[in-house]
């Protein structure tokens, strides 16, 4: 099968490099997909699970990309809620080969039923922003209507499903970003938009929330504005500075099939928005990993045509 492979840290996206490799075989409570679109994040390249095992070895050339759209091939024993020939969406280990090739082995639990009127460019985008816009709010930030929230990054790809999710459950949100972002953000529904090259954030007053995709001095003013009993939700590693009387949380996202399949469901009704800004072929991949601008949105890759 066709793959990205990368194997130098050093070289970052531009290391990668098309190749073949033997398709994948299914382990106990594994599926096999055929990948129709996937989704990746640059900063996959720096995580250590792209380049070691869960033992510390080396295990390039790796596969990157986590994120899928596709369809089941095959079955093995331990898998349950899926079957062959079903269109699927899903977010794979970091520890194993990834997406960004024709087929992959996946953990059946790990995936999500697509269904049909859903195309697989858009499956191929939910599965990392809008899990970790959904846990990050919900499960860490406990988020309630009312309240006042504070969503950097508010055009991209996590913090566009952030903003949105964030206004369907009745929260008041600020959108942060650039000032080419201000409209984008508040079409995602922010009812406040901060230029963080030229507004004072500390403007906003109180919030009850900060969503963070940021970090470092970002990250550490708006630890200040947390009110009492409030969250700073990071995705960006440990926080810096911890709110006074609030928490400080920072998480990794991680597999929902019932997360999934609400956030699916959000696209199917139209309350929820997608956010890709580049597709590209499996064959044009490393350009399109390699962009010479800034890309605000998504980009997916369109493994089967």
């Known amino acids: ?95 194993r080969d990834g997406t960004l090739a024709e087929y992959v ?16 460019t858009v499956g191929a985008s939910l599965p990392i922003s809008g899990l970790t816009a959904w846990q990050g709010l919900f499960q860490h930030g406990r988020l309630q209507a009312g309240q006042r929230v504070l969503v950097h990054g508010a055009a991209g790809a996590v913090g566009s499903m952030a903003t949105q999710l964030a206004r369907e459950f009745g929260a008041h949100v600020i959108g942060t970003g650039r000032a080419a972002d201000r409209q984008a953000v508040l079409d ?40 009492a009993g409030g969250t700073l939700v990071s995705i960006v590693g440990p926080v810096e500075a911890r709110p006074d009387g609030g928490l400080a949380v920072d998480f990794v996202v991680e597999p929902d099939r019932a997360q999934l399949s609400e956030i699916v469901q959000r696209v199917r009704d139209g309350r929820l928005r997608i956010n890709i800004d580049n597709v590209s072929t499996l064959d044009d991949a490393v350009p399109a990993l390699n962009p010479t601008k800034r890309r605000k949105g998504k980009t997916i890759i369109r493994v089967r045509a």
């Open 105 to 120: 082995a996946i953990e059946a639990r790990n995936l999500a039923p697509l269904p049909g009127d859903v195309d697989f």
């Open 1 to 95: 099968m066709k793959a990205i492979v990368v194997t130098d840290q050093a070289a970052g996206t531009a290391g990668m490099k098309l190749v073949e490799r033997p398709e994948p075989q299914a382990a106990i409570n594994d599926v096999i997909v055929q990948v129709h679109a996937s989704g990746f994040v640059a900063t996959e390249l720096s995580w250590p699970s792209t380049w070691t095992d869960r033992l510390d070895r080396d295990r390039t050339p790796s596969i990157p990309g986590h994120e899928l759209a596709g369809v089941v091939t095959a079955l093995d024993y331990g898998t349950t809620g899926l079957s062959v020939g079903q269109r699927v969406i899903g977010l794979a280990d970091w520890y």
């Open 188 to 227: 995602f529904g922010a009812k406040e938009f901060v230029d963080l090259d030229s507004d004072a954030m500390e403007g906003v007053g109180g919030v009850d929330l900060v969503f963070d995709v940021i970090g470092g001095d970002v990250g550490k003013r708006s630890a200040r504005l947390v009110r």
